[in-house]
């Protein structure tokens, strides 16, 4: 006999304007498998903050990013912490208390293109001048170091003749928004793993949870 289990809580941190926590609120508006139980934002005013308000979902904004009890805090009862466009360092104590439940997205295709300093539009500028003919998105463990921890799952978009960085950024984060609540949904049908995994997405999924959100708009 087997017991429905309850929905894994997920804890989404964000600074900015939180499309991928909109992304993953959609995902899992109705799930059995996981639930967004709490935003933690770094910074006051951050436009994720207002998209969790509209759903429901309780907010917390740190007083101190850079202490560890404060953060565990205000990750609660989470099982996974989910880290979409939050910009502080993770401090070691809390990465160690959340280790491998502790995730993170990134725009660009990681080794590369990664590390202190490389967010939001000085990615996409790197990957141009470096003249890579494919970007992408990429779901990784958050460790103590910025953007090294094991990879999780990638999604590959090449870049185009033309392309700026705003063009490049606005693709890769549509590629963002499919990925990252596919790895979230395999990550808690899995239970979330005490050990590192790699998730395989197939192209199938990946244009399915599209044809889903178009649905549910
Ligand atoms: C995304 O590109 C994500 O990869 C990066 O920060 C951006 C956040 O965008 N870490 P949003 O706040 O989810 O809209």
Do not use: C
């Not at 809580?9 to 709490?38: H, K, Y």
């Not at 208390?97 to 997205?105: K, V």
């Not at 890769?172 to 395989?200: D, F, T």
């Amino acid at each position: 006999m087997t017991t429905a289990s309850a929905p894994v809580p997920v804890a989404v941190l964000v600074a900015g304007a939180g499309t991928n926590l909109q992304a993953l609120l959609d995902a899992f508006g109705g799930s059995t498998l996981a639930r967004i139980v709490r935003v933690v934002s770094s910074r006051d005013g951050a436009g994720a903050l207002e998209r969790a308000r509209r759903a429901g979902v309780p907010t917390v904004v740190l007083r101190n990013p850079d202490d560890a009890d404060e953060l565990v805090r205000a990750l609660g009862d989470a099982r996974l912490a989910v880290l979409a466009g939050y910009l502080k360092r993770v401090p070691p104590a809390a990465v160690a208390r959340f280790r491998w439940r502790l995730i993170n997205i990134h725009p660009a295709l990681l080794p590369d293109f990664g590390g202190r300093g490389m967010y939001g539009r000085r990615v996409h500028e790197a990957v141009l001048s470096s003249r890579a003919r494919v970007s992408g998105a990429t779901v990784h463990y958050v460790d103590e170091e910025f953007d090294r921890g094991p990879i999780i799952a990638q999604w590959p978009v090449p870049v185009q003749a033309g392309d700026t960085p705003e063009s490049l950024a606005e693709r890769v984060l549509e590629a963002e928004h499919r990925l990252l609540p596919l790895v979230v949904q395999e990550l808690a049908r899995r239970g979330v793993p005490q050990e590192p995994v790699k998730v395989s997405v197939q192209q199938t999924d990946f244009d399915g949870s599209t044809e889903r959100r178009k649905e549910d708009a």
